[in-house]
Nanobody, 126 residues
Framework: VQLQASGGGLVQPGGSLTLSCEVF????????MGWFRQAPGKEREFVAA????????YYVNFVRGRFSVSRDNAKNTVYLQVNSLKPEDAAVYYC????????????????????WGTGTQVTVSS
């Protein structure tokens, strides 16, 4: 299983990016997906999750209303639209496939992830 993330970059405060994560070697439509991020000197933290069918979506409080998670099962790809970026959003963003017996994706933790993607760097600076 491989996950390839892309879409990061340098943006000014208030800017937007669309992060993508394509999954290979997995029945993507059967898996919930999660997005996490890790800033320098900090632990990796949960950002958002989406159910396998794309209906249920969950966000950490500090991104709710600014970030949006979506997926295209035909393309084996999950997206994270990040808007109104703040300097504190700067981090390496990771996608992950959680274990399939996870009781509720709203409480997804780093330890629930079976497969991690490559990270994509988001830098927010004027």
């Amino acid at each position: 299983v491989q996950l390839q993330a892309s879409g990061g970059g340098l943006v000014q405060p208030g800017g937007s990016l669309t992060l993508s994560c394509e999954v290979f070697g997995r029945t993507f439509s059967s898996d919930a997906m999660g997005w996490f991020r890790q800033a320098p000197g900090k632990e990796r933290e949960f950002v958002a999750a989406i159910s396998a069918n794309g209906i249920n979506k969950y966000y950490v409080n500090f991104v709710r209303g600014r970030f949006s998670v979506s997926r295209d099962n035909a393309k084996n790809t999950v997206y994270l639209q990040v808007n109104s970026l703040k300097p504190e959003d700067a981090a390496v963003y990771y996608c992950g496939v959680p274990r399939r017996d996870l009781a509720h994706i709203a409480f997804m933790m780093e330890s629930d992830i079976d497969f991690w993607g490559t990270g994509t760097q988001v830098t927010v600076s004027s």
